[in-house]
């Protein structure tokens, strides 16, 4: 049908407007010519409308402008909404709701697909992205630190300040312009614990439950060189001691980072074993781990104890 076409998504008003009735609204649902978004709004799901509409993050983005449709001009695409626009990766939050803020002290309101805060927002707190206006990312940060578990924001701000431009004093400095608000202690801690040098959710979350478990503070992203003083490997965390002690979290995104143009992901894995054994040879101690293993840390931790005496 002619109707479904363009990038952007359609409003049931406008489709009804131009002839449309919700009987071929709901056929073309049910053919899988149109996606629905949320109540009223549409997006062509014909080749070329949008791509990766099946990967969840571009699904959500789609989803914001499809929520802008409906409301006020005045209202800003936050949170992990935000997060989402400027390309950050949203490990472990919710992207059911599209959330956004407008500059109101009430107001606020959550519904099955949308959360609307009311809360303080100057303008230097507002950029445009794709067209949207959206929370700067240290503004997100600082809303997005205030209302999700720990682990989940610490990911969200290691990766902020892998950015360009963005730094610890401005993550600091959003937080403090929000003192007085509910959760802005927790976020205080989020930023402080923040560290650019995470590479990953995985690193993310592993440096949080090492220090959950009480386990010393290691080093991050720490180059190790042999004796004739040859760099052997980057590691992502560090202990000194006697010997020093390294932690590699292992996860499938990233050997898939370390994959070169028509290389096998087991000679991958393979470098990965000749690496750990030079390693070792250099009287290292090796503790590695996974996702499973970092939801029950427990004898990942004690191999650690145990390697740093």
């Known amino acids: 049908m002619?109707?479904?076409t363009g990038n952007g998504p359609l409003?049931?008003?406008?489709?009804l407007a131009a002839g449309v009735s919700d009987a071929e609204m709901r056929r073309a649902v049910a053919d899988r010519e149109l996606i629905r978004l949320r109540r009223g709004v549409y997006l062509p799901a014909r080749p070329g409308g949008t791509p990766a509409v099946n990967d969840l993050a571009a699904r959500h983005a789609v989803a914001v402008r499809g929520a802008?449709?409906?409301?006020?001009?005045s209202v800003v695409v936050s949170h992990v909404s935000a997060a989402v626009l400027h390309g950050l990766d949203p490990w472990g939050i919710p992207l059911?709701?599209?959330h956004v803020t407008r500059a109101r002290r009430t107001g606020g309101?959550?519904?099955p697909d949308l959360h609307l805060h009311s809360a303080a927002l100057d303008p230097d707190e507002i950029e445009i992205v794709d067209g949207m206006p959206v929370?700067?990312?240290p503004r997100m940060v600082a809303d997005l630190a205030r209302t999700v578990p720990f682990d989940r924001a610490v990911a969200v701000a290691d990766a902020a300040l892998r950015l360009p431009g963005i730094t610890s004093d401005d993550l600091r400095r959003a937080v403090r312009r929000g003192r007085g608000r509910p959760g802005n202690t927790a976020a205080e801690r989020v930023v402080r614990f923040a560290d650019g040098r995470s590479e990953s959710p995985g690193e993310s979350r592993s440096r949080v439950t090492i220090h959950r478990v009480g386990l010393p503070a290691p080093d991050l992203q720490h180059d190790i060189y042999d004796a004739w003083g040859e760099w052997l490997a980057r590691v992502d965390f560090w202990w000194d001691g006697n010997p020093p002690v390294i932690g590699e979290f292992d996860?499938?995104?990233k050997y898939g980072r370390m994959l070169r143009p028509g290389q096998d992901p087991g000679e991958v894995v393979f470098e990965e074993k000749r690496r750990e054994d030079a390693l070792r040879r250099e009287g290292l101690g090796v503790g590695r781990w996974t996702w499973c293993e970092i939801d029950d840390f427990a004898i990942t931790a004690a191999?650690?104890?145990r390697l740093l005496g």
């Open 2 to 4: 002619d109707f479904w």
């Open 303 to 305: 191999h650690l104890r």
């Open 11 to 15: 409003r049931r008003a406008d489709l």
């Open 135 to 137: 929370t700067t990312v």
């Open 109 to 111: 309101r959550s519904g």
């Open 68 to 73: 802008l449709c409906r409301l006020e001009s």
């Open 251 to 253: 996860g499938e995104v």
């Open 96 to 98: 059911r709701r599209v």
